[in-house]
């Protein structure tokens, strides 16, 4: 999520990271325009995209656990390899995305075969290859539903989306009390209602609209409400997760790669762990 602005000293009173907030929103703005194209286009050009990204994550993903040198060429390529058959199974195949998660636990495991650490359990390297496979086959899949498929993906950024935004301008006006002052300081309770709020009430506004604008049929009524809180939760729990390992593996960002965010993952950790229970829960609700 956004990280509070930090002030100057009472000398000037001027923002001290104003440019560092300028530099975070046109990152999210270019990267929003880049999903939103993606998701437009869907099949080859999503799959291309997001594939990319989990790719990304997944490289990120082992430089927290620390790996360098050979290991980490061993993960990520054995990694990607399960990521891109993944992607193949679901694209080209269409296969449900839970059998398209087989290639990526086959992965993760061999992986966790191959690296042994002492001081790393090796649950860690076999959930790698699926946490960042999360990013990718899953919104395929849904995406590959036609019009519907397309709202769906849109629904999900903007619960993703909003639920950050709310958090962050709630938690910044009100403060109060600290959500959990040990995986991630800055957070706080009112900022966590005020995104789970706000990535409730917006996205279900925006598939009632295109309903009535579109044509476009989903999901409607106390179905919508639920998974759409329930999503918002997840999102904002995934943001949490992430913030917990870095601290577990003592980093603060997973990269630099994105200007004022830090790396892919720190930037997708609340998308991925909501486009995973997404899937999840509308294969079994089948929606």
């Given at each position: ?18 440019s560092e ?6 990152s999210?703005?270019?990267l929003?325009g880049?999903?939103l194209?993606s ?20 490289r990120e ?10 290991p ?21 195949d269409h ?16 992986i966790?075969?191959?690296i ?20 990718v ?40 009390p ?5 995986v ?20 279900i ?54 200007p ?14 909501a ?13």
């Open positions: 999520m956004i990280a509070p602005i930090e002030t100057s000293g009472p000398e000037t009173g001027v923002p001290k990271r104003s907030l300028q530099k975070r929103v046109i999210a703005l270019v929003a880049l999903a194209g998701a437009w286009y869907g099949g080859v050009v999503f799959a291309v995209v997001w594939g990319v990204a989990a790719i990304a994550v997944l993903w082992n430089a927290v656990l620390g790996l360098s040198g050979r980490l060429w061993v993960s990520l390529s054995i990694g990607t390899l399960g990521i891109v058959a993944a992607i193949s199974l679901v694209l080209i296969f449900s995305p839970v059998i398209g998660f087989f290639p990526a636990i086959s992965a993760g495991i061999l966790a075969v191959l042994r650490r002492p001081d790393v359990s090796p649950l860690w390297n076999v959930l790698g290859p699926i946490y960042a496979a999360s990013v086959v899953g919104p395929l899949a849904l995406r590959a539903r036609g019009p519907e498929g397309l709202l769906i993906i849109v629904w999900l950024f903007l619960v993703v989306w909003i639920s950050d935004i709310g958090a962050f301008f709630v938690g910044r006006r009100i403060g109060g600290k959500l959990w002052p040990a991630s300081p800055k957070k706080t309770w009112s900022g966590f209602f005020g995104g789970l709020i706000s990535g409730t009430l917006v996205p506004a925006v598939v009632y609209a295109a309903k009535i604008v579109l044509a476009v049929q989903w999901i409607d009524g106390w179905l919508l409400l639920y998974l759409t809180v329930s999503t918002a939760l997840v999102s904002e729990l995934g943001d949490l997760f992430e913030s917990a390992l870095k601290r577990r593996f003592g980093v603060k960002d997973t990269g630099t790669i994105i004022g965010h830090g790396g892919i993952m720190d930037r997708l950790d609340s998308y991925t762990a486009a995973f229970y997404v899937v999840i829960i509308t294969g079994v609700i089948a929606v």
